[in-house]
C-alpha cells in the first residue's frame, strides 16, 4: 500500500488546495497517514505571508524528510513563490524532490509520476505572475464535518505596500461559476449544511469574465441542503448600497462579514496602498448595520508599519473602539522582501510593535465580550460541530448565524447529534477554568 502524508501551512485557501490534493492522491490509491509518520510521499503546503511563516515552512520541510529520508518530498505553494530565485539550491541542499507552485497543484500526479521515472525533477516552476487561467481544483468533502471552504477566486491586483500576496499568487483569477454550483451540489449531497466562500481577493469575484458573485450566492442558495452561505475576507470597496442591499435579501447568507481594516489612519492607509479612507471604511459598516440586524463585523489591523506614529497609532486604536468589531486579529508589521514597504524609512522597532499590539488585542476581547452580550436572551439557531469534556460534565457546541460560539449542556433528554440545527436561548457567557472563554450557554428550544 503506497502511503502520503500532507501539512497544510497558513490561510483557508490553502486549507482548500491541500484536500483537493489529498483527495487526489487518495483517487490514485495512496492511503493517507498522519504528519510526522514515514511514508513515501509527503506533501507541505507552504505559507509566505510572514517571515515566521517562512521560517516555519522551511522547519516542516526539514522534519519532513528527517521523517522519511527516502520518500518522495513535495514542496508546494507560497513559499516556492517568493524563493524561487534561491530556492532551488536549497532544495538540493535540503533533499526536496519536486517544487510546485501555485498555479501548479492540479499536476501533482504528474510530478510524481516525472519524478519516479526520471529520478530527478526540482526545476520547473513557472512566472506566476503570467498565469491568466484559474487552476480548476475539486473537493468533494473537507477536514471539517459541518462546513465547507470552497475556493472560488485566486490572485490580487491591489499591490498593497507590505504585502508579498501578489507575487506569490498572481493576478486575480475567477472560477467558473457553473464549476462552483458542481462542487456545491456535491457538498450538499455529501451533508454538508454551510458553504464559505474563499478567495485571495473575494471581492474580485468575476473580474473580466461576466461571472457575478451576487448571482453566485443567489444560485447557491437555491441548492437543497446548503443553509448557511458566508463570506471570507471582504474590502470595503465591494459593499456599496446597492451590494448590500441586493445580499441582505439572501435569506441564507450569514449576517458575519470580514472587512480588512488594517489602519484606522488615513495617512496610514496611503502608505499602504490601501484603497479607501477610514471615513469610507466606517460608512460601509454603518450600511451593513443599517440593512443587517447586529451583523458581526470583523477585521485585520495592522500595528507597526513603517512610520506610525504614536498619535497615528492612536487615531487607529480610537477608530476600532468606536466602531465596535466582534473580532479583530492583530498583526505585528512583518517585513517583507521584494515589497515597497521593506524599502520605507522610519521601521517600528520590535518592542513599540509588541507593546501597541497588546493593546490591540485587549481591546479586541472587550469588544468581543460587549458584542456577544447584545444576544443574551435570544433565541437563536445553532449548527453543532462538535462535543466537548470538561470535568464531569458534556457539551455540544456550535455556532450561530453570526459566528458566535454557544454551547449546550448534554443531557440524557437532549438526543444532541453533530451537524444538525438546533435553537436555543443565549443565556450567559460559560467559562470552566478558560476552556469556555466567549463561548455563551444556551438552552434547548427544539432541533431539526
Not at 522547519?59 to 517568493?82: F, N
Given at each position: 500500500?503506497?502511503?502520503?502524508?500532507?501539512?497544510?501551512?497558513?490561510?483557508?485557501?490553502?486549507?482548500?488546495?491541500?484536500?483537493?490534493?489529498?483527495?487526489?492522491?487518495?483517487?490514485?490509491?495512496?492511503?493517507?497517514?498522519?504528519?510526522?509518520?514515514?511514508?513515501?510521499?509527503?506533501?507541505?503546503?507552504?505559507?509566505?505571508?510572514?517571515?515566521?511563516?517562512?521560517?516555519?515552512?522551511?522547519?516542516?520541510?526539514?522534519?519532513?524528510?528527517?521523517?522519511?529520508?527516502?520518500?518522495?518530498?513535495?514542496?508546494?505553494?507560497?513559499?516556492?513563490?517568493?524563493?524561487?530565485?534561491w530556492?532551488?539550491?536549497?532544495?538540493?541542499?535540503?533533499?526536496?524532490?519536486?517544487?510546485?507552485?501555485?498555479?501548479?497543484?492540479?499536476?501533482l500526479?504528474?510530478?510524481?509520476?516525472?519524478?519516479?521515472?526520471?529520478?530527478?525533477?526540482?526545476?520547473?516552476?513557472p512566472?506566476?505572475?503570467?498565469?491568466?487561467?484559474?487552476?480548476?481544483?475539486?473537493?468533494?468533502?473537507?477536514?471539517?464535518?459541518?462546513?465547507?471552504?470552497?475556493?472560488?477566486?485566486?490572485?490580487?491586483?491591489?499591490?498593497?505596500?507590505?504585502?508579498?500576496?501578489?507575487?506569490?499568487?498572481?493576478?486575480?483569477?475567477?472560477?467558473?461559476q457553473?464549476?462552483?454550483?458542481?462542487?456545491a451540489?456535491?457538498?450538499?449531497?455529501?451533508?454538508?449544511?454551510?458553504?464559505?466562500?474563499?478567495?485571495?481577493?473575494?471581492?474580485?469575484?468575476?473580474?473580466?469574465?461576466?461571472?457575478?458573485l451576487?448571482?453566485?450566492?443567489?444560485?447557491?442558495?437555491?441548492?437543497?441542503?446548503?443553509?448557511?452561505?458566508?463570506?471570507?475576507s471582504?474590502?470595503?470597496?465591494?459593499?456599496?448600497?446597492a451590494?448590500?442591499?441586493?445580499?441582505?435579501?439572501?435569506?441564507?447568507?450569514?449576517?458575519?462579514?470580514?472587512?480588512?481594516?488594517?489602519?484606522?489612519?488615513?495617512?496610514?492607509?496611503?502608505?499602504?496602498?490601501?484603497?479607501?479612507?477610514?471615513?469610507?471604511?466606517?460608512?460601509?459598516?454603518?450600511?451593513?448595520r443599517?440593512?443587517?440586524?447586529?451583523?458581526?463585523?470583523?477585521?485585520?489591523?495592522?500595528?507597526?508599519?513603517?512610520?506610525?506614529?504614536?498619535?497615528?497609532?492612536?487615531?487607529?486604536?480610537?477608530?476600532?473602539?468606536?466602531?465596535?468589531?466582534?473580532?479583530m486579529?492583530?498583526?505585528?508589521?512583518?517585513?517583507?522582501?521584494?515589497?515597497?514597504?521593506?524599502?520605507?524609512?522610519?521601521?517600528?522597532?520590535?518592542?513599540?510593535?509588541?507593546?501597541?499590539?497588546?493593546?490591540?488585542?485587549?481591546?479586541?476581547?472587550?469588544?468581543?465580550?460587549?458584542?456577544?452580550?447584545?444576544?443574551?436572551?435570544?433565541?437563536?439557531?445553532?449548527?453543532?460541530?462538535?462535543?466537548?469534556?470538561?470535568?464531569?460534565?458534556?457539551?455540544?457546541?456550535?455556532?450561530?448565524?453570526?459566528?458566535?460560539?454557544?454551547?449546550?449542556?448534554?443531557?440524557?433528554?437532549?438526543?444532541?447529534?453533530?451537524?444538525?440545527?438546533?435553537?436555543?436561548?443565549?443565556?450567559?457567557?460559560?467559562?470552566?477554568?478558560?476552556?469556555?472563554?466567549?463561548?455563551?450557554?444556551?438552552?434547548?428550544?427544539?432541533?431539526y
Amino acid at each position: 500500500m503506497k502511503t502520503a502524508s500532507l501539512h497544510n501551512l497558513g490561510c483557508k485557501v490553502n486549507s482548500y488546495e491541500t484536500e483537493a490534493m489529498q483527495q487526489e492522491l487518495e483517487k490514485h490509491g495512496y492511503q493517507i497517514v498522519p504528519f510526522g509518520q514515514p511514508c513515501d510521499v509527503t506533501v507541505i503546503n507552504t505559507c509566505s505571508v510572514t517571515n515566521m511563516a517562512d521560517k516555519k515552512s522551511r522547519q516542516m520541510l526539514h522534519r519532513a524528510r528527517t521523517v522519511s529520508p527516502k520518500g518522495i518530498l513535495v514542496a508546494a505553494g507560497c513559499y516556492v513563490e517568493s524563493s524561487k530565485a534561491w530556492l532551488e539550491e536549497w532544495a538540493k541542499k535540503e533533499n526536496i524532490d519536486i517544487l510546485i507552485g501555485n498555479h501548479q497543484k492540479s499536476e501533482l500526479m504528474d510530478k510524481i509520476r516525472e519524478f519516479q521515472n526520471k529520478e530527478e525533477l526540482r526545476a520547473g516552476v513557472p512566472e506566476i505572475a503570467g498565469v491568466t487561467e484559474y487552476e480548476e481544483l475539486k473537493i468533494y468533502r473537507t477536514a471539517e464535518h459541518t462546513r465547507a471552504f470552497m475556493k472560488i477566486q485566486d490572485g490580487c491586483n491591489q499591490f498593497c505596500s507590505y504585502c508579498i500576496i501578489p507575487y506569490t499568487r498572481g493576478r486575480i483569477r475567477s472560477r467558473r461559476q457553473e464549476d462552483v454550483l458542481e462542487e456545491a451540489g456535491r457538498l450538499a449531497e455529501a451533508g454538508y449544511h454551510e458553504i464559505v466562500l474563499t478567495g485571495i481577493h473575494v471581492s474580485s469575484y468575476g473580474d473580466g469574465t461576466g461571472a457575478d458573485l451576487l448571482e453566485l450566492m443567489k444560485r447557491m442558495s437555491d441548492i437543497s441542503g446548503i443553509e448557511r452561505i458566508r463570506l471570507s475576507s471582504l474590502e470595503p470597496g465591494l459593499m456599496k448600497e446597492a451590494f448590500v442591499k441586493e445580499l441582505s435579501g439572501i435569506q441564507k447568507i450569514c449576517p458575519h462579514f470580514h472587512l480588512s481594516l488594517q489602519s484606522g489612519c488615513e495617512a496610514t492607509l496611503r502608505r499602504m496602498n490601501r484603497k479607501y479612507t477610514p471615513e469610507e471604511y466606517e460608512e460601509t459598516c454603518q450600511r451593513l448595520r443599517y440593512y443587517f440586524d447586529l451583523p458581526a463585523l470583523t477585521t485585520d489591523v495592522i500595528v507597526g508599519f513603517p512610520g506610525e506614529t504614536e498619535e497615528e497609532f492612536l487615531q487607529t486604536e480610537e477608530f476600532v473602539r468606536r466602531l465596535a468589531f466582534y473580532e479583530m486579529h492583530v498583526f505585528k508589521y512583518s517585513k517583507r522582501n521584494g515589497t515597497k514597504a521593506a524599502q520605507m524609512e522610519h521601521q517600528i522597532d520590535e518592542k513599540t510593535k509588541t507593546q501597541r499590539s497588546k493593546r490591540l488585542i485587549s481591546l479586541g476581547k472587550e469588544m468581543k465580550e460587549n458584542y456577544q452580550k447584545q444576544f443574551l436572551g435570544q433565541v437563536k439557531e445553532i449548527l453543532l460541530e462538535e462535543k466537548i469534556q470538561t470535568g464531569e460534565k458534556t457539551y455540544w457546541v456550535g455556532h450561530t448565524r453570526e459566528y458566535i460560539k454557544a454551547a449546550f449542556l448534554e443531557s440524557g433528554e437532549s438526543k444532541l447529534e453533530k451537524n444538525t440545527f438546533v435553537t436555543g436561548k443565549l443565556l450567559k457567557t460559560l467559562d470552566v477554568e478558560g476552556t469556555f472563554y466567549n463561548i455563551l450557554l444556551a438552552t434547548l428550544e427544539n432541533i431539526y
